[in-house]
């Protein structure tokens, strides 16, 4: 379940088949709720003693009666304060109704908000689609503007359980405990800035339920990744693993080509080759000479390197050019696997073009909106239907960057890289980005593992090297001591 993620129909379509097939009723499973919040709370913030909850009008608000409840028989001062009673008889009435009859008061939502040590954000789960406004909107600002910690329930209330983006104001939780299963707007885009640390409980479902549940996408999981590149053979020589032709660097952009170039060594690729202008190869040969770096005056002198290449790193500092489109069409037009990044892709949506079998495209959203005609926002408005979408219209693997990194397989598959941090927005990451792919696939992947595989590679490496002196001030190169030291220790050559 850790690695499974669901739209928020998908998991209310958990939720009936509990109720209907495993004879659960929906006031028990509340009362699982509940209980994990409570011991998720104490457990976090174990001193608390004054506790405010505010509950809103479906099944979440019933979650969180509840949750004041326990708070209120273990001696706590509870408190709780509900905009809009439940409207219809149901669970979260009856929650409600059990908090009045144990004494809990229900307080005026626009009276002065109450301090508390610990405040709950029960008041939206999955099923807000609308922006926030009204009292419910004063409430999140007040939240927010508290100070204090929340823990939210199930999805931190303004925020799409589906998309990950913030409805107008969304509560900024310190920590977020998600129930049944993860949904998968959580690990994407502005959500990521709002629901603090993200916990699971499946309420004590049983596996069965979710056998039959084929998720919407999954997270990346370098465990069985490690499995994908076997030990080395203690025979094996620089041939058995590939030779990756970056082909890039316009005048001015060199350290681009150069930055993919390496990164495709340091995961592993036996050779390299850079295909630049001229007046780039004396300094790359000069700041990594295992770098084969050869000047390029046209397409007819791309084609000998070409042949002897197995995977092309295409697009990094390329510009768009006539030198840049001569050999963007001699590379496309080799059929080798490739990676296409930056102006490799910008010059697919000026002019479509047949891409080989085994492609995989890292575009960040501005780059996926040219590609798919339309505005930014529109990535941003879903990045799952955008990945799917372009990986459907160009018969490529997708790797669509950003928080929370989305990649689609054409068939319809997505992974979700849980890793990554600020510190990795800054000039050159996505140029080692494309050199990792293109390097594991020089190795023996399939489009589609090398993609994933990369992504989590580079992720990781970035989360360790900013680990190391924080986030600011981190640049590209400093992620490669650790791609090395990973991909060994993933790889099965440690």
């Given at each position: 379940?850790?690695?499974?993620?669901?739209?928020?129909?998908?998991?209310?379509?958990?939720?009936?088949?509990?109720?209907?097939?495993?004879?659960?009723?929906?006031?028990?499973?509340?009362?699982?709720?509940?209980?994990?919040?409570?011991?998720?709370?104490?457990?976090?913030?174990?001193?608390?003693?004054?506790?405010?909850?505010?509950?809103?009008?479906?099944n979440n608000g019933g979650d969180g009666y509840l949750l004041a409840a326990s708070a209120r028989e273990a001696g706590l001062d509870a408190r709780v304060i509900a905009p809009v009673a439940p409207r219809n008889a149901g669970d979260a009435v009856r929650a409600r109704l059990e908090w009045l009859a144990m004494g809990g008061a229900i307080l005026d939502p626009n009276s002065e908000f109450p301090e508390a040590d610990v405040?709950?954000?029960?008041?939206?789960?999955?099923?807000?689609?609308?922006?926030?406004?009204?009292?419910?909107?004063?409430?999140?600002?007040?939240?927010?503007?508290?100070?204090?910690?929340?823990?939210?329930?199930?999805?931190?209330?303004?925020?799409?359980?589906?998309?990950?983006?913030?409805?107008?104001?969304?509560?900024?939780?310190?920590?977020?405990?998600?129930?049944?299963?993860?949904?998968?707007?959580?690990?994407?885009?502005?959500?990521?800035?709002?629901?603090?640390?993200?916990?699971?409980?499946?309420?004590?479902?049983?596996?069965?339920?979710?056998?039959?549940?084929?998720?919407?996408?999954?997270?990346?999981?370098?465990?069985?990744?490690?499995?994908?590149?076997?030990?080395?053979?203690?025979?094996?020589?620089?041939?058995?693993?590939?030779?990756?032709?970056?082909?890039?660097?316009?005048?001015?952009?060199?350290?681009?080509?150069?930055?993919?170039?390496?990164?495709?060594?340091?995961?592993?690729?036996?050779?390299?080759?850079?295909?630049?202008?001229?007046?780039?190869?004396?300094?790359?040969?000069?700041?990594?000479?295992?770098?084969?770096?050869?000047?390029?005056?046209?397409?007819?002198?791309?084609?000998?390197?070409?042949?002897?290449?197995?995977?092309?790193?295409?697009?990094?500092?390329?510009?768009?050019?006539?030198?840049?489109?001569?050999?963007?069409?001699?590379?496309?037009?080799?059929?080798?696997?490739?990676?296409?990044?930056?102006?490799?892709?910008?010059?697919?949506?000026?002019?479509?073009?047949?891409?080989?079998?085994?492609?995989?495209?890292?575009?960040?959203?501005?780059?996926?909106?040219?590609?798919?005609?339309?505005?930014?926002?529109?990535?941003?408005?879903?990045?799952?239907?955008?990945?799917?979408?372009?990986?459907?219209?160009?018969?490529?693997?997708?790797?669509?960057?950003?928080?929370?990194?989305?990649?689609?397989?054409?068939?319809?598959?997505?992974?979700?890289?849980?890793?990554?941090?600020?510190?990795?927005?800054?000039?050159?990451?996505?140029?080692?980005?494309?050199?990792?792919?293109a390097g594991l696939l020089a190795q023996g992947l399939n489009a589609w593992r090398a993609a994933r595989f990369g992504v989590g590679l580079h992720a990781q490496a970035g989360d360790a090297a900013a680990s190391m002196g924080g986030p600011a001030g981190m640049v590209a190169a400093d992620l490669f001591p650790q791609l090395r030291q990973l991909r060994n220790a993933r790889g099965g050559d440690d």
């Amino acid at each position: 379940m850790g690695i499974r993620l669901y739209t928020a129909a998908q998991v209310r379509a958990l939720d009936r088949a509990a109720i209907v097939s495993l004879g659960i009723s929906g006031h028990v499973l509340m009362q699982r709720a509940a209980a994990a919040a409570w011991r998720g709370l104490r457990a976090r913030w174990p001193l608390a003693r004054r506790l405010v909850v505010v509950c809103g009008s479906g099944n979440n608000g019933g979650d969180g009666y509840l949750l004041a409840a326990s708070a209120r028989e273990a001696g706590l001062d509870a408190r709780v304060i509900a905009p809009v009673a439940p409207r219809n008889a149901g669970d979260a009435v009856r929650a409600r109704l059990e908090w009045l009859a144990m004494g809990g008061a229900i307080l005026d939502p626009n009276s002065e908000f109450p301090e508390a040590d610990v405040y709950v954000d029960a008041l939206f789960g999955t099923g807000l689609t609308r922006p926030v406004d009204g009292s419910a909107r004063a409430l999140i600002d007040a939240l927010n503007a508290s100070g204090r910690p929340v823990l939210a329930l199930d999805v931190p209330s303004g925020i799409d359980a589906d998309s990950g983006n913030a409805l107008g104001a969304a509560v900024r939780a310190t920590a977020t405990i998600s129930f049944v299963a993860h949904k998968r707007g959580l690990w994407t885009g502005p959500a990521l800035n709002h629901r603090g640390e993200l916990t699971l409980d499946a309420l004590g479902l049983p596996d069965s339920l979710f056998r039959s549940a084929q998720p919407d996408a999954r997270l990346l999981d370098m465990g069985r990744m490690s499995e994908w590149l076997p030990p080395r053979a203690l025979d094996a020589h620089k041939g058995d693993f590939g030779h990756v032709l970056a082909i890039g660097g316009e005048l001015g952009t060199a350290g681009a080509i150069r930055l993919c170039g390496e990164a495709a060594l340091r995961v592993g690729s036996g050779l390299v080759s850079v295909a630049t202008r001229a007046e780039n190869v004396v300094a790359l040969n000069a700041a990594r000479p295992e770098l084969m770096a050869h000047g390029v005056r046209d397409a007819a002198g791309l084609l000998p390197l070409l042949q002897r290449a197995s995977v092309l790193a295409l697009g990094p500092g390329l510009g768009q050019s006539d030198w840049s489109r001569a050999l963007w069409q001699a590379a496309l037009a080799a059929g080798k696997p490739t990676v296409l990044d930056a102006d490799g892709l910008n010059l697919i949506a000026r002019k479509p073009a047949q891409l080989p079998a085994h492609t995989v495209l890292t575009p960040h959203p501005g780059e996926a909106a040219r590609l798919l005609g339309c505005d930014i926002a529109q990535i941003g408005n879903d990045r799952f239907a955008a990945a799917r979408e372009l990986a459907r219209r160009y018969h490529a693997v997708v790797v669509l960057k950003g928080a929370g990194t989305v990649l689609a397989h054409p068939e319809g598959e997505v992974a979700v890289c849980p890793w990554g941090n600020p510190g990795m927005a800054s000039g050159g990451m996505g140029d080692v980005l494309t050199g990792t792919i293109a390097g594991l696939l020089a190795q023996g992947l399939n489009a589609w593992r090398a993609a994933r595989f990369g992504v989590g590679l580079h992720a990781q490496a970035g989360d360790a090297a900013a680990s190391m002196g924080g986030p600011a001030g981190m640049v590209a190169a400093d992620l490669f001591p650790q791609l090395r030291q990973l991909r060994n220790a993933r790889g099965g050559d440690d």
